[in-house]
């Protein structure tokens, strides 16, 4: 008796071979009869064999340059004792499984660039039906998966560019559906090939989705292979959930470029790393609820991309261990942290642009070096209240080229540094490079209220931006000034096109010295009836606003004289225009 699998009599260098089945008497071994009967599939170096069904083997094996295809319309994948396993040259054997799948097309364009990517998946869920033929049921190997819920869901990876659950709609169907998924376990070792359109992700939803995810254990290791990939109309509510992101192994023929191919963070913006923990795009909108949240480096929540991306994260914890951010608020998109614990490396948040972040509920961010960073040329919003902390090694809020309004209400913003917040030009090597300098007459706004803090505020991108500093019932104590403000590398040596990624953690670290800068733009501060500025450095502004009852002073021990365009001037109610120096002395 034979077991013999039929493929196109075409097909050249083949050989298939499948043992007879012995066991016909009762002196036969039952381990031999198990050997025996054994499926096998080689084949030969350099050649192609097209699968056309799905097909079960217990051994494979694919010499150097031999491959593996699948006819037009659809797409192969292998599972090994129920492990997604790339199609590569080598010996493969157990439980193996070549699946056919309907092709799932989906065209995105990165930086200009058109591409259409072929999805596979374990779960394709679509209108909120389970579709069998675009899934790959030998890789789920436990769990219930119906129309409407995952249960208990197992899926591991360990080749490339393969999903793990897929929930969206059909081209032109705006009707939203509900899907749960409960208690999955997702583990991925092997890189995506294109985070921005989720190729790889282990939950990806699109469409109209509404899906929510409970308990769920992801761990993804590979660069570009996100644990959760969020973009269409699609919403993603994930609890009580424990989710990592691993860096990989880049190809070794990969060669660095910011644009389509991508497949680790631009350098240029002070951080490492290949693979973001979740990303947002689109009109997609995720919450990340009681659940812990990890990468090595890049970042842990990002949006990018977006068209209205919607993020929350609340009462759960977000690290990194090597490098990168916390979170990052993209152009346009809204980020909204309550009740978190960030301990992150380098940055605890970035905004971009025209975008909006607040930090509230009690939150506590924890950063090595920049506690945020807000760049590009744009406003951008930032605020942070409700008793929460932001505490970083080096600046607390650092706005580069940018023009942003930042709001500290009844929360603290903590410097080891002593720099509270810093305005400078874009040290960006890329926008240096690609941009130049960037001239205007912008405005900043720092809100500070209900508040005592300790540190400088300075802006040292006079050139471009005038800073505004108002403060109601807040006690500050520190400068506020003009300044020139030099990068770190121009420090050391270096032109902006010298830097390498070797580089990158030089980038927005800089050098201050408090002084008159004489540009067209300056700091303006204003404090109400109930605020004090205690003056502990010599400070330059440009205006002055007191109200009745405001206090202006130094530290014990020193005094405070106002100059104004050269002279001095009683401190009292009312306002000041002009070149002011407001000088401490011992």
């Known amino acids: ?61 694919l010499a150097s340059g031999a491959s593996l295809v699948a006819p037009d319309g659809y797409s192969l994948t292998m599972t090994v004792d129920g492990v997604e396993t790339g199609i590569d040259a080598g010996e493969y054997s157990g439980d193996i499984v070549l699946r056919l799948t309907d092709q799932i097309p989906i065209s995105y364009t990165t930086f200009g660039t058109d591409s259409t990517y072929y999805y596979r998946t374990a779960i394709y869920i679509e209108d909120g039906a389970y579709i069998e033929s675009s899934s790959v049921p030998s890789a789920v190997s436990s769990g219930e998966v119906s129309d409407t819920a995952a249960e208990n869901i197992v899926i591991d990876s360990v080749g490339e560019q393969f999903n793990g659950i897929m929930i969206t709609s059909s081209d032109g169907n705006t009707e939203a559906f509900d899907y ?38 992801i761990t993804t290791t590979g660069a570009i292979r996100p644990a ?40 240029m913006l002070g951080i490492t790393g290949n693979v973001r923990t979740t990303l947002a795009t689109g009109n997609g909108t995720a919450y990340y609820v009681n659940s812990d949240l990890s990468a090595d480096a890049w970042g842990v929540l990002s949006t990018d991309d977006v068209n209205g991306t919607e993020l929350y994260c609340i009462n759960s914890t977000v690290k990194t261990t090597e490098s990168g951010y916390g979170a990052y608020s993209d152009n ?76 500290i209400d009844a929360a603290t913003v903590v410097s080891d540094s002593g720099l509270l917040v810093q305005l400078m030009a874009n040290d960006d090597p890329y926008f240096v490079t690609s941009t130049g300098t960037v001239t205007g007459n912008y405005d900043a706004t720092v809100n500070l209220s209900d508040t005592e803090l300790e540190g400088d505020l300075v802006n040292g991108n006079t050139i471009a931006v005038t800073l505004n500093v108002n403060l109601a ?25 010298e830097l390498t990624a070797d580089d990158y953690a030089m980038i927005g670290e800089v050098t201050n010295v408090y002084e008159e800068t004489f540009d067209d733009n ?14 502990d450095q010599t400070s330059w502004i440009t205006s002055l606003t007191l109200a009745e009852g405001a206090q202006l002073s130094a530290p014990e021990g020193t005094s405070l004289t106002m100059y104004v365009d050269g002279v001095a001037t009683d401190i009292a109610a009312g306002s000041y225009e002009g070149q002011i120096t407001l000088m401490v002395s011992n």
Not at 338 to 365: K, Q
Not at 473 to 497: K, S, V
């Open 1 to 61: 008796m034979m077991d013999i699998i039929q493929y196109r009599p075409a097909l050249l260098g083949v050989a298939l071979l499948s043992a007879a089945l012995t066991g016909c008497g009762g002196d036969d071994n039952s381990s031999d009869t198990a050997d025996n009967s054994a499926v096998t599939l080689s084949v030969e170096a350099d050649s192609s064999l097209e699968i056309t069904e799905d097909t079960s083997l217990d051994v494979l094996t």
């Open 180 to 217: 749960a998924i409960n208690q999955p376990t997702i583990n991925f070792d092997g890189n995506g090939v294109d985070d921005f359109a989720g190729v790889g992700a282990g939950v990806f939803t699109s469409g109209y989705a509404n899906v929510s995810m409970d308990g769920a254990t």
């Open 228 to 267: 959760t990939f969020v973009t269409g109309n699609s919403t993603l509510t994930v609890t009580d959930s424990t989710i990592a992101a691993h860096n990989g192994t880049l190809p070794d023929d990969y060669v660095w470029a910011l644009g389509a191919g991508m497949m680790e963070v631009p350098w």
């Open 332 to 407: 346009g998109a809204d980020v909204v942290i309550r009740g978190c614990d960030f301990d992150i490396t380098d940055y605890g948040l970035i905004l971009t642009s025209s975008s909006t972040a607040t930090i509230g509920n009690a939150s506590t961010i924890e950063s090595g070096r920049i506690g945020v960073m807000m760049h590009s040329t744009a406003t951008g919003t930032l605020t942070i209240n409700g008793d929460s902390l932001l505490h970083s090694v080096g600046t607390g809020i650092q706005a580069k080229g940018s023009y942003p309004t930042i709001n």
């Open 473 to 497: 019932a807040t006690t500050l104590t520190g400068a506020i000034t003009t300044a020139t403000t030099t990068p770190l590398y121009e420090e050391e040596g270096y032109t902006a096109d």
């Open 522 to 535: 300056g700091v303006a501060v204003s404090l109400d009836g109930s605020s004090e500025w205690v003056v």
